[in-house]
């Protein structure tokens, strides 16, 4: 997904990965005023920063829930696909988990979303914090 970027913050066994997108929301955008705009927190710049120094605490603080709690928030999402007629390959883990079938797609009917929604629960699965940055001048 263009628009984003990937790191770790911290250091072993204390790090952790996070995905955001490049400015405020960037191409999250279709998420707010919807239903998921909750699952992906917005922190501050300075929590941020303290983290991209090595103090983790207040970004951890802001971010809440780890993100394999975010996908139990959505876990009766079943993939779109997930009927014999359309994949040969369905499982028990056709919904949104820590063993997501890298085949998944999001059941949500606004395609900009479902797209969006597909990539946060494949990275969530992955064990990366997704999360967009307080924008100070965005009102």
């Not at 009766?76 to 369905?90: E, G, K, S, T, W």
């Not at 883990?93 to 494949?122: G, H, N, S, W």
């Amino acid at each position: 997904m263009d628009g984003l970027t990937s790191y770790t913050l911290g250091t072993a066994p204390l790090d952790i990965r996070v995905t955001r997108p490049l400015n405020s929301w960037g191409p999250w955008a279709p998420l707010k005023g919807t239903v998921y705009e909750s699952l992906v927190p917005c922190v501050s710049l300075e929590s941020h920063h303290h983290a991209v120094y090595g103090w983790l605490k207040p970004l951890l603080q802001e971010l809440g829930n780890p993100p394999d709690a975010r996908l139990r928030k959505i876990q009766n999402h079943v993939c779109q696909l997930a009927n014999p007629q359309d994949c040969r390959i369905v499982t028990r883990y056709c919904v949104p988990c820590a063993k997501v079938p890298v085949c998944y797609e999001a059941p949500i009917e606004d395609p900009q979303v479902q797209q969006i929604m597909t990539f946060l629960v494949r990275r969530w699965a992955q064990g990366y914090w997704c999360f967009v940055l307080e924008d100070p001048y965005d009102d």
